[in-house]
């Protein structure tokens, strides 16, 4: 007699996830009217309030909802159709956790559209959603192929003067021809955008006449965030600003870019528990919000409280809105801030595998969508770089700080020491793609390398500051990052000595150099590329000004450097051998790997000893890529971290003929003329600096 095989356990988020009775959460539209699903555990009682179509705050009516089963509440109105203002009230207990007060009007969680109505009053919109994308579809790049380019909604264009000023600083502006023509000169691939999920600046800055100008503050995961619509969609509605974001990402696509978006699921704009009563607090502030038995909370996140995404409501919130994003509206990828905040459990431990995160990998809705982990928060075990699982991509910090320490921090100290803390093996490491941090099943494309983000320095302000200068932002420069390796080679800040201004430059594209020749995803900063300065403020965030926005009148040396990046982001897809899909094996060849191998500043194969050796700082990296979608190709790569200049015998490699000079970091301007040299040559290297040669 067959034993019946037991039936595998699943964990509560994970059925969850599953549950039918959570679909269709909020509104549906039909001909008789609209139907809204509202999930609550805790609530008493609850209704939708319907609003005057000319005063938002003159309610024309309400119905109650009905708890339905998995706690689902639902209600219809023949009066719900597009266009329509509403909101939702709840109540419940009182006891320790629960925030219920049935006189305060709640955002519904699943609201397409949001207006608000004053600082933590807000009026959701039904939507139709109706969109034409005219056969345009997702460019789908490759990962290999990937240059990721972070950019603010309203700073990309905002002083852009080929754009017109009623689009400056909108949807419609950052898709305007003049935007696309640079980002596509440039050869980017994927716009990363900070966040446009609807938010809300905290009183706390407008206290101080400042606003939350990157927006990781949301107040709904579903409606995009009005103020970056034009003038003519705000007035028009929700319908119509989300029309100009579809339209947005249309354009961009048919461009062949991608729009990949920065996702603020870890927390929301209630803050703290004294903090606004918006919308979760108010449905079931035990069901959404991590928090101890005596109802304080678990804040994990530094912002006052943090979404437990150990619940079933809170887990499914999550995944929903990320499948409205990635298919209604076409989104190609989402970069999730503090996304081990989501990874935790119920006892609010992180484990890669969270029911949560496995199915954001592995949902059919989000298959071929980029998924990229901030992989760390503020709380205890927070730091989790490199534990995310297959299918993940993570911003790797390590990189970001072996590179700055390399090019900045290191030459500082050998300025005062004579010599450098350490030697070049650490920085090998992640030019090669992290292998000490990514597992070879993951490869080295899981690893999104930068050197600067929207938090922190900006590249020129790296290279300008050694401390930060944030007095600008009302908290007596207390907040930004203090340890920042950066590096002012001589002056703080503004100087015009040619002699510093000249080694900044230089250090500038070395930093640049390294980050896209480097095995890995590249991620370039906007701005970045033309040297623009906050004024050594590194936490900008409440600056929304001409501090923040991006500057497009170029000095010739700024142009200088737009060409370096372009040249450098070009030859990056010319030559596979720089961007390989997996590790290499010295049992075996692996299809899309590259073979490294390492030389000294003589030609020879590089020892042990100096790996390690802080006197030795001179390195020839060889990579060679191995035949699977494209014909083989070998560069090298030479990489000298002291400010003596040094002679350097080219490597003597099997079937190497000569060595095509393709570009150097010395160069003020990209040189377009590729001198040629034979193996075993000796040639000058200057200073601190990076040459790239093609191997044939």
Known sequence: MDTPSPTPLIDPVTAALRNPQLDDLGVTLDDDGGTLRVWSARATSMELVLFDPEDPDWATDAVALERGPGDVWQGSSPALKAGTRYAVRADGPSGAGDMFNFQTLLVEPYARGLISRGVGEWRCVAVDGAFDWEGVTKPAVPLDRTVIYEAHVKGISKRHPDVPPALHGTYAGLAHPAMIEHFRSLGVTSIELLPVHAFASEPRLLNLGL??????????????????????????????????????????????????????????????????????????????????????????????????????????????????????????????????????????????????????????????????????????????????????????????????????????????????????????????????????????????????????????????????????????????????????????????????????????????????????????????????????????????????????????????????????????????????????????????????????????????ERWTDPSHRTLQYVAASTREHEAPNRILLIVHGYERDVEVTLPRLDDAERFVSLWSSADETPDTNATVHAPGETIAIPGTSMRLFRVV
């Open 211 to 608: 606003t939350n100008y990157w927006g990781y503050n949301s107040v709904g995961y579903f409606a995009p965030h009005d103020a970056y619509a034009t003038e003519a969609s705000r007035r028009e509605g929700p319908d119509a600003v989300l029309r100009e974001f579809k339209t947005m990402v249309k354009d961009l696509h048919a461009a062949g870019l991608e729009v990949i978006l920065d996702v603020v699921y870890n927390h929301t704009a209630e803050a703290d528990i004294g903090g606004p009563r918006t919308s979760l607090r108010g449905l079931d502030n035990r069901g959404y919000y991590r928090q101890h038995d005596d109802g304080s909370y678990i804040d994990v996140t530094g912002c006052g409280n943090s979404v437990n995404t150990a619940t079933d409501a809170a887990a499914r919130l999550v995944l929903d809105s990320l499948r409205y994003w990635a298919n209604d509206v076409q989104i190609d990828g989402f970069r999730f801030d503090l996304a081990v905040t989501l990874g935790r459990d119920g006892n609010h431990e992180f484990t890669p595998d969270h029911a949560l995160l496995r199915a954001i990998v592995d949902d059919p809705a989000l298959v071929g969508v980029k998924k990229i982990a901030e992989p760390w928060d503020v709380g205890m075990g927070g730091w989790q770089t490199g534990n995310f699982g297959q299918g993940w991509q993570e911003w790797n910090d390590r990189y970001r700080d072996r590179v700055r320490n390399f090019w900045l921090s290191d030459i500082d100290y050998i300025r005062r020491a004579s010599t450098a803390p350490v030697g070049v093996g650490g920085f090998a490491t992640r030019l090669a793609g992290s292998s000490n941090t990514f597992s070879g099943e993951r490869g080295p494309l899981a690893s999104v390398n930068f050197v600067t983000a929207h938090d922190g320095f900006t590249l020129r302000d790296l290279v300008s500051y050694d401390v930060k200068h944030n007095l600008g932002n009302g908290e007596q420069n207390r907040d930004g990052a203090d340890t920042n390796r950066s590096f002012n080679h001589g002056a703080e800040g503004r100087t015009d000595d040619p002699g510093i201004l000249a080694t900044r430059r230089k250090a500038m594209r070395n930093l640049l150099g390294t980050l896209l020749l480097s095995a890995g995803v590249p991620m370039l900063t906007a701005g970045d590329e033309f040297a623009r300065t906050q004024r050594g403020n590194n936490n900008a965030y409440c600056h929304d000004s001409s501090l923040t926005w991006l500057s497009w009148d170029h000095e010739p040396w700024q142009r200088d450097q737009f060409a370096h990046v372009q040249r450098l982001i070009r030859l990056r897809q010319e030559n596979p051998a720089l961007r390989p899909t997996r590790f290499a094996s010295e049992e075996r060849e692996v299809p899309g790997a590259s073979r490294m191998h390492w030389y000294d500043e003589h030609g020879n194969t590089m020892s042990g």
